[in-house]
Nanobody, 118 residues
């Protein structure tokens, strides 16, 4: 089994920055892609961004230009750098990973809370 563990969440003022990390552990695992999602209170979970094995990245329009995703050379750790944070970025942020191409992510972390105060 593969476990994903997020870290780095917390409370920050609007305009500030946070960096989240996601590390995969458990059986030997090589990701095809690692993604970040978020869920705000009373809202559905939404895609934030992803990084592919090739290094290509994808971002939701709401975070383009403010968030960036990177990874370790050994593709079992990914990061989400969040800059110019806004109160509407407040949510639980989840890391996800998949081992093969496709829309579905097989593995999910427990989530980490990010709160942006105005």
């Amino acid at each position: 089994q593969v476990q994903l563990t997020e870290s780095g969440g917390g409370l920050v003022q609007a305009g500030g920055s946070l960096k989240l990390a996601c590390k995969a552990s458990g059986r030997t695992f090589s990701a095809n892609a690692m993604g970040w999602f978020r869920q705000a209170p009373d809202k559905e979970r939404e895609f934030v961004g992803a990084i592919l094995l090739s290094g290509d990245t994808r971002y939701a329009d709401a975070v383009k230009g403010r968030f960036s995703i990177s990874r370790e050379k050994v593709f079992n750790t990914a990061y989400l750098q969040m800059n110019s944070l806004k109160p509407e970025d407040t949510a639980v942020y989840y890391c996800a990973a998949r081992s093969r191409p496709g829309p579905q992510y097989e593995y999910w972390g427990q989530g980490t809370q990010v709160t942006v105060s105005s």
